[in-house]
């Protein structure tokens, strides 16, 4: 379960942010997750309400995640199509010379601090 390690980094990441600010504490977290970042969402979320208890400042922080759809690019006939229904084939011209240019992110959308 990878979701626990993403977690401790993001919340790392949050905890520094609201230190360097001198906010009392962050109250709302929204993240941008891709639908083909292997992140399960419900998981994530159980060790997110694990890893919150053990901080300073998000023992009362929501988590919101927004999904983003994967999207890849065909190089051979230069459209973009979606990613979780053709994978690596291009449904416009069959070629394999394709990328997955969205889709695979986790992102701090932004934070709401008190």
């Given at each position: 379960?990878?979701?626990?390690?993403?977690?401790?980094?993001?919340?790392?990441?949050?905890?520094?942010?609201?230190?360097?600010?001198?906010?009392?504490?962050?109250?709302?977290?929204?993240?941008?997750?891709?639908?083909?970042?292997?992140?399960?969402?419900?998981?994530?979320?159980?060790?997110?309400?694990?890893?919150?208890?053990?901080?300073?400042?998000?023992?009362?922080?929501?988590?919101?995640?927004?999904?983003?759809?994967?999207?890849?690019?065909?190089?051979?006939?230069?459209?973009?199509?979606?990613?979780?229904?053709?994978?690596?084939?291009?449904?416009?011209?069959?070629?394999?010379?394709?990328?997955?240019?969205?889709?695979?992110?986790?992102?701090?959308?932004?934070?709401q601090v008190v």
């Amino acid at each position: 379960m990878h979701e626990l390690g993403i977690v401790m980094k993001v919340v790392d990441e949050v905890e520094q942010v609201a230190k360097e600010n001198n906010v009392q504490k962050v109250t709302n977290l929204r993240l941008e997750v891709g639908e083909v970042s292997s992140i399960v969402p419900d998981l994530f979320k159980d060790c997110f309400e694990w890893a919150k208890k053990r901080t300073d400042y998000l023992k009362e922080c929501d988590l919101e995640l927004i999904i983003l759809e994967g999207v890849s690019y065909c190089r051979s006939c230069e459209k973009t199509y979606k990613t979780t229904e053709y994978a690596k084939v291009c449904p416009y011209c069959g070629s394999h010379d394709t990328y997955l240019i969205t889709g695979n992110e986790v992102n701090i959308k932004d934070i709401q601090v008190v």
